[in-house]
């Protein structure tokens, strides 16, 4: 595997449900992200982890969780959802000093809350 | 006010021609980057180009240059030699801050069609 990978690709769910997205990066970067893009809105920003630290968390509701267990993998548990939550979700990693901190992005998973 | 401002919703290009999808940027910053991605359908967000701040020279990467107006705070892809496959939607964006509390800032994006 190289670069940055998201599991699931889609996913829908009941607004009861937990469920969790899973992002790997292969790059050997030292910060992970998770942002949102919903339809005709610029991204996201919802959490940010530097040195498996949250640094950011953009006023983000509750019912999103993140979790950094070591600097390659990023979650983000949900549950409770709603259907304004539906939107494609997008992971990134970066390194510090490398090409001004580029952002490196998954592919995304694309949520459905019905 | 808008820190990334993409005001070409929509383009058009012939295939093999070259197209520029506009781009300006607000920061009171002296340090920044500046960075356009292409997102196709499938919708991974492919890095293109980076610009820094203090750079010189405008950033080429193969077919695609950054034609980069520091004082007019514009930082304009151009595309060369448009291909089918780089129909897509394209994000320019901006990281301003202290390194360690960067903001990476998106615009609204502007999607490029390319005619056969």
């Known amino acids: 595997e190289t670069g940055v990978t998201q599991t699931p690709r889609h996913l829908v769910m009941g607004m009861t449900n937990k469920k969790s997205l899973k992002c790997e990066q292969h790059?050997?970067?030292?910060?992970m992200y998770w942002y949102k893009q919903s339809a005709k809105k610029p991204l996201e920003l919802m959490f940010v982890?530097?040195?498996?630290?949250?640094?950011e968390n953009n006023s983000v509701p509750s019912r999103f969780s993140p979790e950094c267990p070591n600097s390659s993998h990023l979650f983000l548990h949900l549950h409770t959802l709603q259907p304004e939550d539906s939107a494609l979700y997008l992971c990134?990693?970066?390194?510090?000093?490398?090409?001004?901190?580029?952002?490196?992005f998954g592919p995304g998973t694309r949520l459905t809350v019905l | 006010a808008q820190k990334i401002t993409q005001t070409q919703p929509g383009m058009f290009v012939q295939e093999k021609e070259a197209v520029t999808l506009d781009c300006t940027y607000d920061?009171?910053?002296?340090?920044?980057?500046l960075f356009w991605y292409k997102q196709p359908s499938s919708g991974e967000m492919i890095f293109l180009i980076y610009?820094?701040?203090?750079?010189?020279q405008n950033a080429t990467e193969g077919r695609y240059s950054l034609n980069f107006q520091k004082a007019r705070k514009s930082a304009n892809l151009v595309i060369s030699a448009s291909q089918l496959g780089d129909s897509a939607m394209y994000f320019c964006?901006?990281?301003?801050?202290?390194?360690?509390?960067?903001?990476?800032?998106f615009g609204t994006g502007t999607r490029l069609k390319v005619l056969a």
């Open positions: 964006a901006m990281r301003e801050g202290p390194s360690g509390t960067y903001k990476y800032i």
């Open positions: 790059l050997g970067h030292n910060a």
């Open positions: 990134a990693s970066s390194q510090d000093g490398t090409r001004g901190d580029t952002q490196y």
């Open positions: 920061t009171s910053d002296q340090s920044y980057g």
């Open positions: 610009q820094g701040s203090y750079d010189e």
């Open positions: 982890y530097s040195l498996e630290e949250r640094v």
